[in-house]
């Protein structure tokens, strides 16, 4: 990590993963719900970031277990978050159509002396048709109704936002992305989103180094159309196709037909009779074997 990248020093700087502490992987798939999960532990662990004195924090959103708009996170740095009688909401999905006001005056004041960066691979809006309810909600375990529900509660957090904060959150590049904690890193704590992507390539040169290469492999759990809303695996697909460098893909699931993705072999490294859980908790070997059989064909 180096100062030409925005990075202050590889001493000062914390780099730390939403989904460590708000993730989806850390809930029972029969637990599942995002009217009940909070990114309060994102939060936790940003104040132990300004507790260790780091002028930077980096914060990689994606594979949250929640769609609150990162009102959880923000109450645990000091975000008041009150319904209508003035009472303190509880700070979850759910919570979000209980929003009637916002006071900040209690943030920890350290946020101003820290930079930022959330890093998304997605660009999708808080709310609408691509908002963080509508497109990722029910891969978190929440019904058809719940989705409604969810994003009747990120437009009333926009709405609160705008009315008490004077910021319009509602169309934020990114903003939807974690469930909404883009939106929130965002209008909270001043953090600047920028696309995961290209954070990492200005830090490992990647695009440059692809150049001088005769195959790229990336892989994705699940490749489908999401994955070419700025995910890293899009990012890459582009680079190998627009240099006709040739690229595998190695993926839990392909959900896209092959035909349509010119130069590239996916590899699908989950049996047809797998269950979603068992894939997961045997995605290692799983993919150690793709990746010896994919090598042995290229020796043969």
Excluded: W
């Amino acid at each position: 990590v180096q100062a030409e990248f925005g990075i202050l020093s590889p001493y000062r700087t914390a780099v730390m993963e939403m989904a460590a502490a708000s993730g989806l992987m850390l809930i029972p798939g029969e637990r599942r719900n995002p009217l009940n999960t909070s990114t309060r532990g994102t939060g936790q662990l940003i104040r132990a970031a300004l507790d260790h004195n780091c002028p930077e924090i980096i914060i990689g959103l994606g594979g949250s277990a929640t769609t609150d708009g990162g009102i959880g996170m923000a109450e645990e740095l000091g975000v008041s978050f009150l319904d209508r009688s003035g009472k303190p909401i509880v700070t979850t999905g759910a919570g979000l159509l209980e929003l009637a006001g916002i006071d900040v005056s209690g943030l920890d004041q350290r946020i101003g002396n820290t930079r930022i960066i959330a890093a998304c691979d997605v660009n999708n809006p808080l709310h609408g048709i691509n908002g963080a309810a509508r497109v990722f909600a029910a891969q978190k375990g929440a019904s058809f109704d719940e989705v409604e529900l969810l994003e009747r509660g990120l437009i009333n957090f926009a709405r609160i936002v705008e009315h008490d904060l004077n910021q319009k959150i509602d169309q934020l590049p990114g903003g939807g992305a974690a469930g909404g904690l883009g939106a929130g890193l965002a209008v909270f704590l001043r953090a600047e989103l920028q696309a995961g992507f290209k954070l990492i390539d200005r830090m490992t040169g990647f695009s440059e180094k692809a150049l001088s290469c005769d195959l790229i492999i990336t892989g994705e759990g699940q490749f489908d159309r999401q994955s070419f809303s700025g995910k890293v695996v899009g990012q890459v697909l582009t680079i190998g196709r627009k240099n006709n460098i040739r690229t595998v893909i190695f993926t839990g699931r392909n959900r896209l037909e092959q035909q349509i993705i010119e130069n590239v072999k996916i590899i699908e490294i989950t049996p047809g009779d797998y269950k979603t859980e068992k894939a997961i908790t045997q995605a290692g070997i799983l993919l150690e074997k793709a990746a010896r059989d994919f090598a042995l064909g290229l020796r043969n």
